[in-house]
């Protein structure tokens, strides 16, 4: 008796639907639970990215919004609003580009710095090691890779969508993101 081909597009979709929706939650519980790990520092998770970003030695110099929010993969809009409340509270400065007046570069101030590593990494690496409890370094590699290449289809998808498939960022292959 011969087997019939299994038809595996249902099946298919039924994962997709089950990794995306997985994806979402644990994009929420990320900010409910990495907040609360940092709301002592008065961070939220979207201030750390912005920490996080900032405090590279790439961007030792500083970042231009735009290339901020290209790196964040936010828009500009929703930064704007976060680096204020950062730049009152003293984390970050923000200021003209001294070559383009109509660009503005942000920086870490030494304050922010002192509150990202000082205050804000131990918290932080104690989080990741609550939150990666049963992970081996084989689990994480692995989960690592699958993400950057989702997020390399996801960055295609939206390149194509906004009509850019021959920009810089539609340029960035399966493997997506630029490292950290």
Known sequence: MKKQPVNEYPLKIELANRLFFRLYQCANMLHKT??????AEGLTTQQWAVLGALSRE????GMSIGDLARYLMV??????GLLGRMERDG???VRMDGRDRR????????SGRRVWEVLAQPKIRAYYG???SDFSIDDMTHTLHYLLKM????QRIDAEQLGLEG???AQLGPAGARPA
Do not use: Y
Not at 34 to 39: D, K, L, S, Y
Not at 75 to 80: A, D, K, M, N, V
Not at 151 to 154: Q, S
């Open 130 to 132: 609550e939150a990666l």
């Open 58 to 61: 790439k961007a030792k110099a």
């Open 151 to 154: 997020l390399g289809n996801m």
């Open 91 to 93: 984390h970050v400065a």
């Open 103 to 110: 660009s503005r570069i942000v920086t870490i101030t030494p």
């Open 34 to 39: 990495g907040t609360r790990a940092v709301e």
């Open 75 to 80: 828009t500009r809009q929703g930064l704007s």
């Open 167 to 169: 920009e810089p960022e």
